[in-house]
């Protein structure tokens, strides 16, 4: 209806709490990186919580359509914060805790962010990260290049014993693990600690009512140019997408707990561990730590422990798992799991069977999940108990989607075929634009092939009309379930002073499913060493974050381009792969690189 009003963070709490009475529901079971560390939220806890917060926004003048970053860890106010954004109409734009200061201040800049919520520091598996030290530095980054933000708000996690909180199981989580070695440096002026801030904020709190194509968040993914893109989703679009996906992609039912292990800071956690599942009234899991931690039985012991019946993961944490054989799965009942999901890259059909013979005990539905940080929500997926499986395919369409496969000139490709994956239509979930630059929207996805929405992805249809994804076809890579573009990896290398060019591609690897390999062209003067190496590796933790340090770097004295200059990563990833079937390399300017290349390879992982 024109001119009607909406707001998600209403129907996800306040809907459920007074309309159909889930208030004493468990929204949340939290499991801290330590398995003694828990705590549970009910729906009407979890509102008070988010009108609470919301009026503490509200009163540090955080207003409808202004943008509010956030940098934390897995813990219960990450999604407070998030929901008291939506219920502002305040944009959220949520940066991946594992990512780096520099990272964090591209993404406030580019979308000038006028407040940050982040944490003192937390413990992934053994490692404590000093998060309030790596805002602190991007928020100084951020003064340098002219734009102060304003307000940081804090949440004291790691010190929370301190506070005297965490007693009453439903207030905050319990965090045993005191961090007497964590310095927190204060702003005065800038900081704020949230646990003040709350107490004296009112529970109650009127959402901004806001149209359906309101923006709802941000939400930053690698872009083919180095420059990451701010996808903005809408409010009404989302909402349904998601709830909708949700429930028939993993055959909801209240009794439900669900499980994503994903990170918030990801599109898969906005998606299926706030946003879909608060809207059906799931209880989900909400998992600060890693599946090795404190041992690799650790995520079956989650499952059974909360008595898990959708289970939704990545295949790279599959693949890993794996590794450790049968046992540390079967010693634990998982009698309760009927769907097991998974997203983010391609599944080999090993990864899958293993997945399916021996996480599900042959009786669990496998739902390959594909879909992006654009798409919003599933696009290609079985469904559960309905869906003939085929061990790496995402089989078929959701509801309303309408995928193609396309040639290279842009014709429909009918039957079995391999090509382009696009899509012909537009669904709820679609992305709108492109934060502050509608023309990169544009021409990412729809100009190569006008009419269509391009994925990226290339596809194979096979003579059963199975959907298969056979992974990007442009100059990303896919770490681990994260997309990462060749052009930031190769910009962070330049950077250093020892590197006059840098080339990179992507090499199989049997858990991350791609890795980094790196070529790199010194400067006269700079001599190739082990130490080198580290630094470079170093430097790229530090401009991207550590998902993207590279396995491999090889010192390239040249590098094979095409006559007009043009590096061709096609002969890299061959050469990395010791592959001399390199094909037709006629257009290569200089034939004698590639040999010395070939006779220079890295043969293990550095
Ligand atoms: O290449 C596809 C791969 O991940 C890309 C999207 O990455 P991102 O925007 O970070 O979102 C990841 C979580 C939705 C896609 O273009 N991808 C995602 N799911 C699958 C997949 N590739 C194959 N099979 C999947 N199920």
């Not at 059906?280 to 690799?296: K, Q, R």
């Not at 995520?299 to 019946?309: F, Q, R, S």
């Not at 879909?371 to 003939?388: C, K, V």
Request: hydrophobic share 35%; glycine share 8%.
């Amino acid at each position: 209806m024109k001119g009607a009003t909406t707001n998600i963070c209403y129907n996800v709490l306040d809907r459920n709490v007074h309309e159909k009475k889930l208030g004493d529901k468990v929204a949340f079971y939290w499991e801290g990186n330590e398995p003694e560390e828990t705590t549970q939220i009910t729906y009407r806890e979890l509102l008070v919580k988010v009108c609470q917060f919301s009026n503490v926004l509200r009163k540090q003048g955080i207003r409808k359509g202004d943008r509010v970053a956030i940098y934390m860890p897995m813990i219960p106010e990450l999604v407070v914060a998030m929901l008291s954004c939506a219920r502002l109409g305040a944009l959220h734009s949520i940066v991946f805790a594992g990512f780096s200061a520099e990272s964090l201040c591209e993404r406030i800049l580019d979308s000038s962010c006028s407040l940050l919520i982040t944490t003192d520091a937390f413990y992934r598996g053994e490692k404590l990260v000093n998060l309030k030290m790596l805002a602190d530095e991007a928020l100084e980054k951020c003064r340098e290049k002219g734009f102060p933000v304003r307000r940081c708000i804090v949440v004291k996690h790691l010190g929370r014993a301190e506070l005297g909180m965490g007693d009453s199981p439903s207030q905050s989580p319990p965090v045993k693990r005191s961090c007497p070695d964590v310095q927190i440096s204060w702003n005065q002026g800038v900081d704020l600690w949230w646990h003040e801030l709350v107490q004296e904020a009112g529970d109650e709190c009127e959402p901004e009512w806001c149209d359906a194509e309101d923006p709802l968040f941000i939400l930053y993914t690698s872009g083919s140019t180095g420059k990451p893109k701010g996808v903005v989703h809408t409010t009404g679009g989302y909402m349904l997408y998601v709830a909708t996906t949700f429930k028939y992609v993993f055959d909801f039912h209240s009794e439900d707990v669900f499980w994503c292990t994903a990170d918030i800071g990801w599109i898969t956690g906005h998606s299926y561990i706030t946003y879909g599942p608060l809207a059906n009234g799931a209880t989900s899991v909400l998992f600060e730590g890693i599946p090795t931690y404190p041992d690799v039985g650790r995520l079956w012991n989650i499952v059974d422990k909360y008595k898990v019946t959708k289970f939704y993961t990545a295949p790279t944490a599959i693949r890993l798992l794996m590794k450790f054989g049968d046992e540390p799965v079967t010693k634990h009942s998982r009698a309760s799991l009927q769907v097991l999901g998974t997203v983010g890259e391609p599944i080999n059909p090993e990864a899958w069977l293993w997945y399916h013979r021996v996480v599900g005990s042959e009786r669990c539905s496998i739902v390959d999940t594909f879909w992006q940080t654009e798409t919003g929500g599933h696009m290609l997926t079985p469904l559960p108990g309905a869906t003939p499986m085929k061990p790496g395919s995402a089989t078929f369409p959701f509801f309303g989607v309408a995928p193609a496969i396309l040639n290279e000139s842009g014709e429909e490709l009918e039957g079995e075929a391999e090509g382009y994956l696009v899509f012909k239509q537009p669904w709820p979930g679609i992305m709108r634009t492109v934060y502050g630059n509608h023309g990169r929207f544009e021409t990412t996805y729809f100009k190569k092939f006008p009419g269509y929405y391009v994925t990226g992805d290339g596809c194979r249809r096979d003579q059963d009309g199975y959907y298969w994804i056979t992974g990007r076809i442009d100059d990303m890579l896919n770490v681990s379930g994260h997309l990462l573009s060749t052009a930031e990896v190769e910009s962070a290398l330049v950077e250093h002073e020892a590197v006059a060019e840098a080339a990179v591609v992507g090499h199989p690897h049997p858990v991350k499913g791609e890795c980094l390999y790196c070529f790199v062209t010194l400067c006269d003067g700079h001599t190739f060493s082990p130490t080198l190496k580290e630094e470079l590796k170093k430097q790229i933790r530090e401009k991207i974050g550590p998902i993207a340090t590279p396995d491999y770097i090889q010192n390239a004295p040249g590098l094979p381009k095409t006559r007009s200059g043009k590096i061709m990563r096609r002969v890299l990833r061959k050469i990395a792969q010791n592959d001399h079937d390199l094909g037709d390399t006629s257009t290569v300017a200089d034939p004698s690189v590639i040999s010395h290349l070939f006779s220079h390879r890295c043969l293990v992982t550095q």
